[in-house]
């Protein structure tokens, strides 16, 4: 069955590291996603993509990068992680550019000390 | 103003009675209007999408949406135990934007 992998699910790091989320998927989607969910805040897009070597901001991009050498991966960079980047991040994936439907992740749970 | 508010309960109902979940948005050029559920510790899904104004029911569930009210609301019947989770109001524009979800709890 198609679906949707991100690795690792836990992940402790300190302020300053780079750290680098992995998400897979299987659904040969152009339309790759990556949001990170905060109480109060619900679901906040960070960096999208419609197909290989495309990349766009999204509402809460900095300190954040991607790169799309594929259809299956769009792997999430934090370039030198801080405190206020700790969250839970979900990456997505969907058909059309209308986002009709996403497929999500299992999230990644990224604690920065 | 939020782009997309929903009120973040948590909201009580018994089981076998009707729950009603309640959206606005700010954008009236919005096209597309979605309900994702997520258990706790889980990733959303799916569970409803309307794109007219009107009704749109599966099941269950009944998606409502007013336009020029600037509002959807997703309406569960006969709401079971497994109903309890948050349910997020998403819409899109040109990407899709979500609220802070309503934290739905069933009372056996």
């Known amino acids: 069955d198609a679906e949707i992998t991100q690795s690792p699910r836990h992940k402790i790091t300190e302020t300053g590291r780079q750290v680098t989320l992995a998400c897979h998927q299987t659904?040969?989607?152009?339309?790759m996603f990556w949001y990170r969910q905060d109480l109060g805040h619900g679901l906040r897009l960070i960096h999208y993509?419609?197909?290989?070597?495309?990349?766009n901001k999204g509402e809460v991009s900095d300190g954040y990068s991607v790169s799309r050498s594929n259809t299956e991966d769009l792997p999430l960079t934090l370039e030198s992680a801080a405190s206020s980047q700790t969250s839970v991040y979900f990456c997505?994936?969907?058909?059309?550019?209308?986002?009709?439907?996403?497929?999500f992740g299992s999230g990644t749970q990224l604690s920065v000390l | 103003q939020k782009e997309v508010e929903q009120n973040s309960g948590p909201l009580s109902v018994p089981e076998g009675a009707i729950a009603s979940l309640n959206c606005t948005y700010s954008d009236r050029g919005s096209q597309s209007f979605f309900w994702y559920r997520q258990y706790s510790g889980k990733s959303p899904e799916l569970i409803m999408f309307i794109y007219s104004n009107g009704d749109k029911e599966d099941g269950r569930f009944t998606a409502q949406l007013n336009k020029a009210s600037q509002y959807v609301s997703l309406l569960i019947r006969d709401s079971q135990p497994s109903d309890s989770a948050t349910y997020l109001c998403?819409?899109?524009?040109?990407?899709?934007?979500f609220g802070t979800g309503t934290r739905l709890t069933i009372i056996p």
């Open positions: 659904w040969n989607h152009n339309n």
């Open positions: 997505a994936s969907a058909e059309g550019r209308t986002n009709e439907k996403l497929f």
């Open positions: 993509s419609y197909g290989v070597h495309d990349t």
């Open positions: 998403a819409v899109d524009r040109e990407k899709l934007t």
